[in-house]
């Protein structure tokens, strides 16, 4: 029984199939090491990134702050979009900077998309996407992705779904009325 198994496992070894087998694994396991490399080195830079800016943001300086943006940065934020210049003047402002937590980060040609939740004391977490240029190391752009909409924006969204494609509104349902504006 011993031999038989001897001889299948060496003949097995000297088929070509087996080879070739063998160096797509090994290349498959090198692609997939290449390819977990780059996004642990994206992750390690936004790790790294957080620390950065949280230091500059400390230093409650104007001028340091201003260093993270280029000059077209803009934020899109929950009420509207504003300049680099309004967003230092917030973060000057604020008497504890906020905490950090860095969720995703993905290289994209030039830029680094990362998304952070950011938590301060006593205000709900937000979720905001930052795009880092890689070329001019400062930060491109903001987005704001977790802004929860009032009752009533809630409703009115609601409302404008039940509208017909005629632009009129279901028989039994009057939106006009004063009043609660829940359904």
């Known amino acids: 029984m011993k031999e038989k198994s001897v001889v299948f496992y060496s003949k097995l070894h000297s088929c ?30 936004g790790a790294q990134f957080i620390r950065t800016m949280k230091k500059i943001i400390d230093s409650k300086n104007p001028e340091i702050i201003g260093t993270l943006f280029n000059p077209e940065f803009v934020i899109v934020g929950c009420n ?30 030039a830029t680094i998309d990362l998304v952070y939740a950011v938590t301060r004391p006593s205000t709900p977490t937000i979720t905001v996407n930052l795009v880092f240029n890689k070329t001019e190391q ?46």
């Open 138 to 183: 400062k930060l491109q752009s903001a987005h704001i992705t977790s802004c929860k909409k009032s009752f009533v924006e809630t409703n009115e969204f609601i409302a404008d779904q039940l509208i017909n494609e005629e632009g009129q509104a279901p028989a039994h349902l009057n939106i006009n009325r004063p009043g609660q504006t829940h359904l």
């Open 16 to 45: 070509p199939m087996w080879k070739l087998l063998s160096v797509v694994g090994l290349l498959f396991s090198i692609g997939m090491t290449i390819a977990d490399d780059g996004v642990a080195k994206d992750f390690e830079f």
């Open 80 to 109: 509207g979009t504003y300049p680099k210049e309004k967003l230092i003047q917030y973060l000057v402002m604020i008497k504890q900077t906020p905490g950090f937590t860095l969720k995703e980060a993905r290289s994209s040609g």
